[in-house]
């Protein structure tokens, strides 16, 4: 492998040197063949190969453990592991959706993606999972501050499973993932719209049901 300066990279002295360092450690990782649980080289035997300084290295090797991508065990070594999706979504929205317009895209998306679910929930929710929904509302009425979050967040989620597409709900949860680590707050259907959703898919009626969240939502995604 050529080492970072022979490989015609242009890096502008505000860049950070550990990005161009990061693919080659990655390029590293291909070439060994290395695999999820196998061990990296060194700090120095990085350096060395990539004939860069160790500091530049120990950075990259910072930013690939934020992703999740490798472990440091004290004593041992650093090893690849598999990717955490949850991490990896906090740092993607920190890196990616830094910006007004990206948080406002994922806003709008993520409130599309809930629209056309519960439009789906509505002809495919059967009794089993209204009868579910009818025991959340109940639960909200009994809980403390500290639970009812918790049992919004369920209620909802089951709403969306209701919708039976597997795809549309998986978009969901990324979406909601990347809200929920942008905000740092409770992004999930308050106890009071909660039951008036619920009532409107026991009425199976689909177009007050979307017109509420449609209402809803500026108040409910708002993104500061």
Not at 39 to 51: A, D, G, H, M
Not at 89 to 99: C, G, Q, R, T, W
Request: charged content about 30%; glycine content about 6%.
């Amino acid at each position: 492998m050529k080492p970072v300066e022979e490989r015609g990279m242009s890096v502008q002295p505000t860049e950070k040197v550990y990005i161009e360092i990061l693919k080659q450690i990655k390029a590293i990782i291909v070439e060994d063949g290395l695999q999820a649980g196998d061990k990296l080289p060194s700090e120095r035997e990085l350096s060395e190969r990539l004939k860069v300084g160790r500091s530049s290295v120990r950075e990259a090797l910072r930013a690939l453990e934020l992703l999740g991508l490798i472990e440091t065990r004290r004593g041992e070594g650093t090893f690849i592991c598999e990717a955490t999706g949850h991490r990896l979504v906090e740092v993607l929205a920190s890196f990616i959706l830094n910006d007004k317009k990206a948080r406002k895209d994922l806003q709008e998306t993520r409130h599309i993606v809930i629209k056309e679910c519960t439009e789906l929930a509505v002809l495919r929710c059967d009794s089993s999972k209204i009868s579910k929904l009818e025991s959340l509302i109940q639960q909200m009425d009994k809980s403390g501050q500290g639970k009812i979050y918790e049992v919004c967040k369920q209620f909802e989620k089951i709403v969306i499973q209701s919708c039976g597409n597997h795809l549309l709900y998986r978009l969901y949860v990324e979406l909601t993932g990347y809200g929920l680590s942008l905000q740092r707050t409770n992004s999930y259907w308050p106890p009071d719209l909660c039951e008036e959703v619920l009532q409107l898919l026991q009425q199976k009626n689909a177009v007050k049901l979307t017109n509420l969240l449609s209402k809803q939502n500026d108040a409910l995604y708002r993104i500061e």
